[in-house]
């Protein structure tokens, strides 16, 4: 089947032809094994096959973080948004952000000295 390098750290290396030949089976094992597979293409390592579950786990902010962001949501008293509102606000920064702005600086006019008594 397939002739995986096993590294040091217990990791599965496999050439890119191996992994297009037998991608199937890759899958099944990645889900399967819990464990990411490192494919590489002329000895150089390229991608990481990973399981939905394990790059969810990598992904996912974590719980403190997400507690974090909802205390301060509902400090701002944010946390009663809809999406609606969200898209609006959203637009309405983007669409300061884009207006031109006038570049040119007036030039002043020289101010005219009185005459001292």
């Known amino acids: 089947m397939l002739e995986p390098k096993i590294t040091k750290n217990n990791g599965i290396v496999i050439s890119a032809l191996r992994a297009r030949a037998n991608f199937g089976r890759l899958l099944q094992r990645v889900e399967k094994d819990?464990?990411?597979?490192?494919i590489e293409k002329r000895g150089t390592p390229r991608?990481?096959?990973?399981?939905?579950?394990?790059?969810?786990?990598?992904?996912?902010?974590?719980?403190?973080?997400?507690?974090?962001?909802?205390e301060e949501s509902r400090r701002k008293r944010t946390n009663t948004l809809t999406s609606r509102q969200i898209d609006r606000i959203i637009k309405k920064v983007r669409a300061q952000k884009t207006k031109p702005r006038n570049t040119k600086r007036r030039k002043r006019k020289p101010r005219e000295s009185s005459p001292k008594n």
Do not use: N
């Open 34 to 38: 819990t464990r990411g597979l490192v």
């Open 47 to 70: 991608a990481i096959l990973l399981s939905i579950r394990d790059y969810v786990r990598l992904a996912a902010p974590e719980p403190e973080i997400l507690r974090a962001i909802g």
